[in-house]
């Protein structure tokens, strides 16, 4: 390990060796979700007081063991890098990569995410508003017979994960997660929007699904947050919702392991849905009453 002693949480006294042996132990449990997925990977290596930045091409000087994924973009590629085992992450995190943020797709069908997120963003350090609007989409998507699950972000709110089968493309993943968002936001106007404009939100939670989009990206499961405290973006059940303790930085590097071992999405991500089905449903929802479909 290359400067193990080096502080990478100054208000906690956590070092580089707390995050790799933290990523060490959760490997296990965050590998599957990494597996075969282009990442884009934050690195402090002064520390999360210091500067950082946003790595998507994967440096030359990492050993050829790295498994790297070049991916088409406008006017060229990128090299990510994929983390399909333990020693990758052990690597990445002596690299003061403290947070992982993965592709919803794959790299072997990149254009057919595997995941649908939506990222429930609130105006402030409001969890409460959090809560209640997670229970109301997981309500929706129970009426859309679509399966959920729950992941704290480790900073303020909350993501609802959808498993696909990978037959929809990123628009039409986007503009399905678009209109459940419009629905559940007509439903609770004067809480939820869909605005994208901060200034057109009017103190209300977002309800975020720009991360749907080709090399878009979101937290991945058991990341490690710079924030102080050290949280981590932890994966719960519907059941934990309700607990009084819950925030969206509920597990930290020190009981994250705890959590991890209870395997709350083991049957939920299972099997990837369609959204056909799931399409024709909202459609139904969404059509004004007493109208008849022609």
């Known amino acids: 390990m290359h400067r193990p002693d080096k502080v990478l949480f100054p208000d906690d006294g956590l070092t580089k060796t707390d995050l790799v042996g933290c990523y060490r132990d959760v490997a296990p449990f965050m590998l599957p979700h990494l597996r075969g997925r282009p990442l884009m990977l934050e690195r402090y290596p002064d520390g999360i007081a210091g500067p950082h930045f946003m790595q998507k091409d994967t440096p030359d000087s990492y050993p050829d063991w790295i498994r790297r994924e070049e991916v088409p973009k406008e006017g060229g590629t990128v090299t990510h890098t994929v983390c399909d085992d333990a020693a990758t992450l052990v690597f990445l995190a002596d690299q003061a990569c403290i947070t992982f943020h993965r592709w919803p797709s794959r ?121 102080p405290g050290a949280p981590v973006a932890t994966p719960i059940s519907w059941d934990q919702l309700e607990e009084t303790s819950l925030t969206a930085r509920r597990w930290t590097v020190a009981d994250v392991l705890e959590q991890a071992r209870t395997n709350p999405w083991a049957t939920v991500l299972g099997r990837g849905r369609s959204l056909g089905p799931a399409g024709r449903r909202l459609a139904a929802l969404r059509r004004p009453r007493g109208t008849r479909r022609v």
């Open 107 to 227: 790299a072997d069908r990149l254009e057919y995410p595997d995941r649908l997120v939506f990222d429930l963003d609130p105006p402030e350090d409001d969890f409460d508003s959090v809560r209640r609007a997670a229970r109301h989409l997981g309500a929706l998507l129970n009426e859309l017979k679509l399966p959920s699950a729950l992941l704290t972000t480790g900073s303020k709110g909350l993501h609802v994960i959808v498993p696909l089968d990978r037959r929809t493309g990123f628009d039409g993943v986007r503009e399905f997660a678009g209109d459940v968002a419009e629905t559940l936001a007509a439903r609770d106007p004067d809480a939820l929007t869909t605005a994208v404009r901060k200034k057109d939100r009017a103190g209300r939670l977002y309800l975020d699904v720009q991360r749907n989009g080709y090399a878009q990206t979101a937290v991945a499961p058991y990341s490690v947050r710079p924030l």
